[in-house]
């Protein structure tokens, strides 16, 4: 691997950022993002980021099913509901907001339970397309278009 290829590949390691990594290995400003984009389809910068992140994986202790487990409470804890509560002037203090029937309400963290969930669904493969829908066989559909008649003068 080229000495440049190395520096590039060390800094995107280190930043995720391929413009700025394609810069601080030399590549001009002008040409930094189109560079990277080449660079990042390389195979033996691909193979040389896989050992790094491979690397710093055993030296961290952060695996695949750390990030996984992760993502795993962050969805449980998102979905679990909470009282909605508010701030009570008189008593200082926050108190459970009520309906208009009495009953305490609850929210939720939708938003932060689905991302957690897409990523674990990122990870494990959920969202590749399957052999089954490979070999889907695509519908057509025969159209037969008639001219429209002249209309008589």
């Given at each position: 691997?080229q000495?440049?290829?190395?520096?590039?590949?060390?800094?995107?390691?280190?930043?995720?950022?391929?413009a700025e990594s394609?810069r601080?290995?030399g590549?001009?400003?002008?040409?930094?993002?189109q560079?990277?984009?080449?660079?990042?389809?390389?195979?033996?910068i691909?193979?040389?980021?896989?050992?790094?992140r491979?690397e710093?994986?055993?030296?961290?202790?952060l695996?695949?099913e750390?990030?996984?487990?992760?993502?795993?409470?962050?969805?449980?804890?998102?979905?679990?509901?909470?009282?909605?509560?508010?701030?009570?002037?008189?008593?200082k203090?926050?108190?459970p907001?009520?309906d208009?029937?009495?009953?305490?309400?609850?929210?939720?963290?939708s938003?932060?339970?689905?991302?957690?969930?897409e990523m674990i669904?990122?990870?494990?493969?959920?969202?590749?397309?399957?052999?089954e829908?490979?070999n889907?066989?695509?519908?057509?559909?025969?159209?037969n278009?008639?001219?429209?008649?002249?209309?008589?003068?």
């Amino acid at each position: 691997m080229q000495e440049n290829h190395k520096r590039f590949a060390d800094k995107y390691f280190e930043t995720l950022n391929g413009a700025e990594s394609a810069r601080y290995a030399g590549y001009s400003e002008s040409s930094a993002r189109q560079e990277a984009v080449r660079l990042l389809d390389r195979e033996d910068i691909q193979e040389y980021l896989q050992g790094l992140r491979k690397e710093y994986s055993e030296k961290s202790g952060l695996t695949k099913e750390w990030v996984m487990k992760r993502f795993e409470h962050i969805s449980d804890a998102c979905v679990k509901a909470k009282p909605v509560m508010q701030w009570d002037k008189g008593l200082k203090e926050f108190i459970p907001v009520e309906d208009e029937h009495g009953n305490p309400v609850y929210e939720f963290d939708s938003s932060g339970a689905n991302k957690a969930t897409e990523m674990i669904g990122k990870i494990i493969g959920a969202f590749e397309i399957d052999n089954e829908q490979l070999n889907k066989v695509p519908t057509t559909f025969n159209v037969n278009i008639v001219p429209p008649i002249p209309e008589a003068e």
